[in-house]
């Protein structure tokens, strides 16, 4: 039988003391029906890990332990970067600037927005960042997301992109596209809990045939707009839809703001 996991662990207990020395022994071992698994022993890694090519999913033994971290608050080296490839469960993806950087633009703590197709779902995880969104997400073509029990969190002052981010594809012919949240706290010290972007037709393509984001059961806090409709924006263009072309969809329910429910 193939290998299809592999353990990392700091303290050098393990196949691997860094994550992308295993990301590097399993890329192409894994396929769209068996994925590559990386077992993550506690630690913290301050490691840019890019899984989005590769068929390669995350396993932490701690979500409070098992932390993928970078230091320096830069958008092009989050601590992970992911696509519709990829999933994951029990770790946390931490974005800071101790390091006092100043990057064209701010880390998330994940960044979904790499093509790959495929059902992407990350349970039990922290996705933080203290200068901007804990997650950033566009969906591109055939990927559906789903977070499930995860904590997604804007720490900072810093930038005010929403707890979490969310936008369909800026790119023309890309379909089946989706989004579920479930049962995550979504937080931000400032005034945007969550912003839902309608990218695609802010690029002028107006072809999007319905990406659907589906909310249940989420708690989400501004803590300038508590959980009033203010804490969440909508950007659309045209206006047209939910969030433009984007739907909110017809399963949601259970949320504290009660814009997002149907």
């Known amino acids: 039988a193939m290998i299809n996991f592999c353990t990392v662990s700091k303290d050098g207990g393990g196949d691997f003391k860094t994550i992308n ?6 890329k192409n071992l894994g396929t769209e029906k068996e994925k590559f698994i990386i077992y993550l022993m506690p630690g913290i890694y301050i490691e840019h890990v890019n899984i989005a090519p590769y068929h390669i999913n995350i396993i932490g033994f701690d979500r409070e332990k098992c932390i993928i971290q ?26 800071t600037n101790s390091e006092n950087n100043t990057p064209s633009i701010w880390a998330y ?4 927005d790499s093509s790959g197709e495929g059902r ?11 200068v901007n969104a804990g997650v950033g997400l566009g969906t591109q073509n055939n990927q559906q997301y789903e977070f499930i029990n995860c904590k997604i969190e804007n720490l900072g002052t810093n930038y ?9 594809s800026p790119y023309a012919g890309h379909h089946t596209m989706s ?20 990218a695609n037709a802010n690029a002028g393509h107006n072809d999007d045939d319905g990406t659907i984001m589906t909310f249940i059961n989420n708690n989400f806090w501004s803590e300038v707009n508590g959980k009033s ?18 739907k909110i969809g017809s399963r949601s329910f259970g949320n504290n703001v009660i814009k997002v429910n149907k």
């Not at 020395?21 to 399993?26: I, K, L, P, T």
């Not at 909508?234 to 206006?239: G, H, L, M």
Request: aromatic share 8%; glycine share 12%; net charge negative.
């Open 109 to 112: 703590g994940m960044h979904c």
């Open 229 to 246: 409709n203010d804490s969440i924006v909508f950007i659309s263009v045209p206006t047209t839809g939910d969030i433009g072309q984007i």
């Open 179 to 198: 989004l579920k949240v479930i049962g995550c706290i979504i937080s931000t010290k400032m005034t945007a809990s969550m912003i839902i972007d309608d």
């Open 21 to 26: 020395e295993a990301v590097e022994f399993g």
């Open 120 to 130: 992407s779902v990350w349970n039990n995880c922290n996705f933080l960042s203290t």
């Open 160 to 168: 005010n992109g929403g707890g979490l981010y969310l936008h369909n």
């Open 70 to 95: 970078i230091n320096n608050g830069d958008y092009h080296n989050v601590p992970l970067n992911v696509s519709g490839r990829n999933s994951g469960s029990n770790f946390t993806a931490y974005a």
